[in-house]
């Protein structure tokens, strides 16, 4: 016996059948997990979409007064896009938002009416209501609804 290695057993080091176990466990422990992962990126991406709509409506407000012009709010659910526009003239846009493509990408955008005007007294001339979904990789929907009252108050429900 070597004094300076103690006494060990015959094996100094691991089998291949034990590190061919460890990394079967691993493989099976992210089969399950990396699912779940992108479901949970994908209900974050939906709960950033409607926290980013409740900020542009609740702008939509603000640049109505601010400017003391009407502002519409333009809504597309077949090519999902949402905007705000001046009322006299559509095609000048405060702000738009794809809902489509990019990384604000949903599956379904739908609204109670297409366009909705916000006038500069602070008043909004009907109520809106938004749903916005996104499917999940084993075919869950999962919602987000958003209403805007005629005075301005954005929830979301």
Not at 19 to 36: E, Q
Not at 53 to 61: A, I, V, Y
Not at 114 to 120: A, G, K, Q, V, Y
Request: net charge positive; no cysteine; proline share 3%.
């Amino acid at each position: 016996m070597n004094a300076l290695r103690p006494d060990r057993s015959a094996r100094d080091g691991y089998t291949i059948i034990e590190v061919i176990l460890v990394f079967a466990i691993i493989g099976i422990i992210m089969s399950i997990a990396i699912p779940s992962v992108g479901d949970t990126i994908r209900r974050d991406r939906l709960n950033k979409a409607m926290a980013i709509m409740t900020s542009d409506l609740e702008q939509g407000f603000a640049l109505a007064a601010r400017q003391r012009t009407p502002v519409r709010v333009l809504l597309d659910s077949t090519t999902m896009a949402f905007s705000l526009a001046s009322r006299a003239d559509t095609t000048f846009k405060y702000r738009t938002r794809q809902f489509k493509t990019g990384d604000l990408a949903l599956d379904v955008l739908s609204s109670t009416r297409s366009t909705l005007d916000i006038l500069p007294t602070g008043m909004a001339a009907d109520t809106l209501r938004v749903k916005l979904s996104i499917h999940s990789r084993f075919g869950a929907l999962h919602s987000r609804t958003l209403r805007m009252t005629r005075a301005g108050l954005v929830q979301i429900l």
